[in-house]
Nanobody
Framework: VQLQASGGGLVQAGGSLRLSCAAS????????MGWFRQAPGKEREFVAG????????NYADSVKGRFTISRDNAKNTVYLQMNSLKPEDTAVYYC?????????????????WGKGTQVTVSS
């Protein structure tokens, strides 16, 4: 499966952005999906995960209550709605797909990765 993330940009602290990740090549609903991010000088970290059907989600503690992951299997797209953004949310954000049945969480191995999209939050 090929993944293409979009929607990043520059936003002020307290603002919102919505990331999208379009999938192609295979049956999208066969994949659990996740969003990850990597800030300069830091390791890549888990942000959010969603099950194949969209009925189950997981979030990193740092984004709970602010970020929402969702998917539209008819459009082969997964989203990350980011509200109340903070400067520490600045990173390159990546979407990834997993063949596992389990909803992705911190430490979950992912099978496919897309290219990232830059999110910059100014203070």
């Amino acid at each position: 499966v090929q993944l293409q993330a979009s929607g990043g940009g520059l936003v002020q602290a307290g603002g919102s952005l919505r990331l999208s990740c379009a999938a192609s090549g295979r049956t999208f609903s066969n994949y659990a999906m996740g969003w990850f991010r990597q800030a300069p000088g830091k390791e890549r970290e888990f942000v959010a995960g969603i099950s194949r059907s969209g009925g189950s989600t997981n979030y990193a503690d740092s984004v709970k209550g602010r970020f929402t992951i969702s998917r539209d299997n008819a459009k082969n797209t997964v989203y990350l709605q980011m509200n109340s953004l903070k400067p520490e949310d600045t990173a390159v954000y990546y979407c990834a797909a997993s063949l596992a049945y389990r909803t992705p969480m911190d430490g979950s191995p992912m099978n496919y990765w897309g290219k990232g999209t830059q999110v910059t939050v100014s203070s």
